[in-house]
């Protein structure tokens, strides 16, 4: 017989199976109780065993009228029962119900705190909080970026741990550690990915500690170390090559263009997307603006247009197809965008890995930086709240260092090896 019941949310299966694959030397097979809340499980074994031929899965008990056929399935019946009032005394005092948590009562592991909160009650109240302030705070990007996380735990926590959900108390570094090796081989995460799931998860443990819902910090001794990534950016004479091909193909003239767009711009893939017109403002002198707030961060962007990227929007100010998109360019699902990309760099003869990302660092490190555009009037236009953030994206060129060691060498002509 199946128990079924769902409060608050929760859905609830209790039922007691046969281990078929652990066959005793009598012939017979050990009973456990399987314990299923919102679709995860935990195994209690119950003592007592029966034979296969004898077994009823459909009750959920065993065949036979003899006194010990009997008993069997009164201790089968008095378990269940127990787990059934343990399931609705958690549900009635509002505290968190896990297939785990209902087994470690049941066998008397479990220590009831007066705060007993848990991993994932913490984090999907943090994620449905920003949420609210979706693009009020967060981006769309962001959100998906915690969803993500949560999953990634939730996933971890079933396959590695066998529970669906942890005690905050009972997070110690271990349990962080073999979460960084699941996201590198289960997940296949880099490392620079691993750490940005970690440091989510460090994120939900100081919110707890500021609450004073966990009094130690498990990540106290975890220092992440992220590798270096060098993005590919284009020289100007790349994006000259990139400006004057001829491409016959009017998906990839597309392409190209978005991406010259961006390169005199600096405007990341989702600005560039929801570029309206009311972002393109004139003023008094006849100067052409980009003033747009970040889709990322709300930072404004604050870029004046040159004529590449001038002529760019009179191309396209009567496309149909961005008339019924409401966009200003072009723009595809990112992950065209990248496929496509690929086949431009081919045809251009540029061997380097083109990506949405790329022109924005283009933008940074040929169009302003190397052209002695301040760091400071650069983070502007990126929308970057200091210019820690636009060292980033700013590469050091060839040419600008030899341009400071030719002033060096100016300076001292005049010594003389003797």
């Known amino acids: 017989m199946e128990t079924k019941m769902t409060k608050q949310r929760n859905t609830f299966n209790v039922v007691c199976l046969i281990r078929k694959n652990r066959v005793m030397k009598n012939g017979q097979v050990p009973l456990f109780i399987r314990i299923t809340v919102n679709s995860n499980v935990a195994d209690i074994p119950i003592g007592g065993s029966v034979n296969p031929s004898q077994w009823s899965q459909a009750q959920g008990k065993t065949r036979g009228s003899s006194r010990e056929a009997q008993e069997l399935n009164y201790n089968i019946q008095s378990v269940k029962s127990r787990i059934h009032q343990i399931f609705c005394d958690l549900g009635l005092a509002a505290k968190p119900i896990t297939a785990q948590i209902i087994k470690d009562i049941y066998l008397g592991n479990h220590k009831d705190e007066e705060d007993g909160r848990t991993l994932v009650e913490v984090h999907s109240d943090h994620n449905e909080r920003c949420r609210q302030l979706l ?11 915690f969803d993500a996380s949560l999953k990634y735990l939730k996933e971890f926590m079933d396959k590695e741990l066998d529970m669906e959900d942890i005690p905050l108390k009972n997070i110690n570094e271990d349990f962080i550690r073999k979460y960084e090796l699941y996201l590198k081989t289960e997940k296949g995460c880099c490392n620079n990915s691993a750490i940005k799931h970690l440091k989510i998860f460090k994120k ?20 992440f170390r ?3 990534v060098h993005v590919e950016f284009l020289t100007m004479c790349e994006l000259e090559t990139l400006i004057n091909k001829e491409i016959s193909t009017k ?31 004139r003023n008094g002198n006849d100067e052409v603006w980009i003033r747009k707030p970040r889709e990322k961060t709300n930072n404004m962007c604050n870029i004046p247009l040159l004529n590449i990227p001038k002529m760019l929007l009179e191309k396209y100010k009567d496309d149909k197809g961005c008339q019924l998109k409401g966009q200003l360019l072009p723009v595809p699902t990112n992950q065209k965008y990248n ?29 302003t930086l190397a052209n002695k555009v301040t ?16 060292q980033h994206y700013a590469k050091i060129l060839d040419q600008s260092i030899l341009e400071d060691m030719m002033n060096v060498d100016s300076k001292i002509s005049n010594l003389k090896l003797q």
């Open 204 to 223: 939900i443990i100081r919110i707890a500690i500021l609450n004073d819902w966990l009094h130690k910090d498990p990540f106290a001794s975890i220092k």
């Open 251 to 281: 998906r990839l003239s597309q392409i190209r263009d978005v991406f010259v767009f961006c390169s005199f711009t600096g405007l990341a893939f989702v600005d560039v997307k929801n570029l309206k017109e009311e972002h393109i403002i």
């Open 135 to 145: 693009n009020i705070e967060y981006a769309q990007s962001t959100i998906y970026k």
């Open 226 to 228: 992220q590798d270096e």
């Open 339 to 367: 496929t496509y990309l690929k086949e431009v760099a081919d045809l251009c003869g540029i061997n380097k890995r083109l990506t949405a990302h790329c022109s924005r660092h283009t933008f940074a490190t040929s169009v």
């Open 375 to 390: 760091m400071e009037n650069v983070a502007k236009m990126l929308g970057h709240s200091s210019t820690r953030m636009t």
